[in-house]
């Protein structure tokens, strides 16, 4: 159903703020949003150990998972669990308002490891070829999901050129760039994590406007900005 990718730098607060999401999912029919009953609970797939933060938060309806296997066998061929059937399931389960998935960079990154020590590969193109299409499939699932799905990932920070010649930053979430466009493409949100002042706190937001540096977009909503907890609800217009 609803979709958004949110990117940062480590410890930028993405586990931490993605799970303050509120309850209830967000449905698209006909070309409309519809917003549906409330079903309480969010899922938490993590891959880099980040949800150990958690412990530090109130977070009584969230489920939290691990995941480190993009194959479903191990090398001696014994039965593991990996990250594409544990999404399934919790799709599937139809328990959860929001599936977070804490982070797409690392999935990656772990996917492409695994691949190199299983041995099958003596090119290595095809094992990244296959964790491409594999991410493209994910997130084209996420998209048609009776649930809300949050993706995160880290950010990239690169030069670039601006129209009248000079370099600048343009910030980017942290994807190959062969699927960049593919993956934030099937997104409704993208979001850059960002913080500000208030009341003399410290408080975090998401950034949902879209410029030459940076990667940014609210098809939902139109916003500018919201909150973390209001991502699926349209609040901070």
């Not at 299409?133 to 084209?140: D, E, K, P, S, T």
């Not at 099937?186 to 979001?191: G, Q, R």
């Amino acid at each position: 159903m609803a979709v958004a990718i949110i990117y940062g730098p480590a410890g930028a607060g993405k586990t931490t703020n993605s799970t303050l999401v509120k309850g209830g999912y967000v449905g698209i029919e006909n070309g409309k949003l519809k917003q549906y009953k409330e079903k309480g609970k969010i899922k938490l797939l993590c891959s880099d150990n980040s949800s150990i933060v958690l412990n530090n938060f109130d977070r009584p309806n969230l489920d939290i998972e691990a995941t480190w296997n993009w194959l479903d066998k191990d090398k001696s061929g014994k039965p593991q669990d990996n990250f594409n059937s544990q999404f399934r399931k919790a799709v599937e389960s139809n328990i959860y308002d929001t599936i977070v998935v804490d982070n797409v960079t690392s999935i990656f990154n772990n996917a492409i490891i695994e691949l190199d020590d299983s041995g099958k590969y003596k090119d290595m193109r095809q094992a990244y070829s296959i964790v491409y299409n594999g991410l493209r499939r994910l997130v084209w699932e996420a998209a048609q999901a009776k649930t809300n799905v949050i993706f995160t990932c880290w950010h990239n920070a690169e030069d670039y050129p601006a129209p009248d010649g000079t370099m600048t930053k343009r910030i980017t979430p942290k994807l190959p760039m062969k699927i960049m466009d593919d993956f934030v493409g099937m997104c409704n949100i993208c979001a850059y994590i960002n913080t500000a002042d208030k009341d003399g706190k410290k408080a975090w937001y998401y950034i949902l406007e879209g410029s030459p540096n940076m990667y940014a977009k609210d098809q939902l909503y139109v916003r500018k900005s919201c909150m973390p907890e209001d991502i699926f609800s349209g609040g901070n217009k």
